[in-house]
């Protein structure tokens, strides 16, 4: 059965959503740092703690997660930066 929505690999970053990082203070100045970007696709790539392990046995009634998919935690702080530059539905 084919999947509604599929991600595009191919998909390139093109504007971050919000302020990085560094910014609202959520690094130590190293690599791994999380993100939210936009793709030039339209589609949104977030970057954050693989926590799908932990999550998994207590997802709330209703919340799958496919084989190919991870459930990732980012800073509250930075979905709130992010907001200005997440268009309204």
């Known amino acids: ?5 599929e991600a595009d690999p191919s998909a390139l970053f093109e504007r971050r ?3 990085s990082a560094d910014e609202l203070g959520n690094s ?3 690599d791994e740092c999380p993100d939210i970007w936009q793709l030039d696709n339209g589609d949104v ?3 954050g703690r693989d926590l799908t392990a932990a999550y998994r046995a207590r997802l709330p009634h209703g919340v799958n997660l ?3 998919e991870r459930l990732v935690v980012i800073p509250g702080n930075m979905l709130s930066a992010a907001k200005k ?3 309204d539905a």
Do not use: E, H, S, Y
Not at 1 to 5: F, I, N, V
């Open 17 to 19: 959503l919000g302020r």
């Open 1 to 5: 059965m084919a999947r509604a929505w």
């Open 85 to 87: 530059d997440i268009p």
């Open 45 to 47: 790539a977030v970057i």
């Open 66 to 68: 496919a084989p190919d």
């Open 28 to 30: 130590d100045g190293n």
